[in-house]
C-alpha cells in the first residue's frame, strides 16, 4: 500500500524566510507527483505539478523537485509572506490514476 | 479553465435523512470524476472512482450502499449519503480529469461541501 509522508507536519517562520517542505512516498513506480495548498475549511488549489520524466517545476516563487529513486519530493518557497500561511499537501500519483495525499504541513509565516 | 463545482458547499442535516452533494466539471467534460472525505486535520482519503455511464469503483472499507455515486453525464456527479449519522460528518471534496488536459491524467478539485450531521 502506498504511503506518503510529510515532515515537517508543522512549520512556523518568520516573513521574508526560505523554506523548504518535504514529502516522501514508498512505492519509485510513480506517475506523477502534485503539491496542493489547503486554506482552512476550504478545498484544494493546485500549485505544482511534476511528472515522472521531470525532476522539477518552477511557479513563481515556488519550486518542486522530484527524486523517484530516493522516493522525495521538496517544495521550496522562496522570500515567505504572511499570505503563503495554510496546510500544504502532496499527492502521489500512481499508474492506476488514483491520487495518495500526504497529512500535510502547516506553515504560518509571522509577519 | 478545468472549473469544477460542488453544490451546496456546507449542509446541515437530522440524523437517519438522506444528503446529496453534486459535483459538477463546468468547461469541460470529465472522463473520470473522483470522490474524496477529509476528516478535521486528517489528509484526503479516496472514496471511490466514477466515469459517466457505468458502475462507481468503491475503495476498500466504503460502504457503496450507504455512498451512493451516480454519474449520469459527462459534466455531472453526485453523491448522496444515505441514512447519515454524526460520524459522517467531513469535508467532501470531488475531482475531475479530461482527455487533452495539459498534464495527462491531472485532477482538478472542486471546492468541497462540509456535511454537519446532528
Known amino acids: 500500500k502506498q504511503e506518503v509522508t510529510q515532515i515537517p507536519a508543522a512549520l512556523s517562520v518568520p516573513e521574508g524566510e526560505n523554506l523548504v517542505l518535504n514529502c516522501s512516498f514508498t512505492d519509485s513506480a510513480i506517475y506523477n507527483l502534485q503539491w496542493f495548498r489547503q486554506d482552512p475549511g476550504k478545498g484544494l488549489t493546485s500549485l505544482l505539478l511534476i511528472q515522472s520524466s521531470q525532476r522539477e517545476q518552477t511557479s513563481g516563487r515556488l519550486n518542486a523537485s522530484l527524486d523517484k529513486s530516493s522516493g522525495r519530493s521538496t517544495l521550496y518557497i522562496a522570500a515567505s509572506q504572511p499570505g503563503d500561511s495554510a496546510t500544504y499537501l502532496c499527492a502521489y500519483g500512481g499508474s492506476n490514476y488514483k491520487l495518495t495525499f500526504g497529512k500535510g504541513t502547516l506553515l504560518t509565516v509571522n509577519p | 479553465g478545468a472549473v469544477v463545482s460542488q453544490h451546496p458547499s456546507w449542509v446541515i442535516c437530522k440524523s437517519g435523512t438522506s444528503v446529496k452533494i453534486e459535483c459538477r466539471s463546468l468547461?469541460?467534460?470529465?472522463?473520470?470524476m473522483f470522490w474524496y472525505r477529509q476528516f478535521p486535520k486528517q489528509s484526503l482519503m479516496l472514496m471511490a472512482t466514477?466515469?459517466?455511464?457505468?458502475?462507481?469503483?468503491?475503495e476498500q472499507g466504503v460502504e457503496k450502499d450507504k455512498f451512493l455515486i451516480n454519474h449520469a453525464s459527462l459534466t455531472l456527479s453526485t453523491l448522496t449519503v444515505t441514512s447519515a449519522h454524526p460520524e459522517d460528518s467531513s469535508f467532501y471534496i470531488c475531482s475531475a480529469t479530461f482527455e487533452g488536459s495539459k498534464n495527462y491524467n491531472e485532477q482538478f478539485f472542486g471546492p468541497g461541501t462540509r456535511l454537519t450531521v446532528l
Open positions: 468547461d469541460f467534460q470529465a472522463t473520470t
Open positions: 466514477s466515469n459517466e455511464g457505468s458502475k462507481a469503483t468503491y
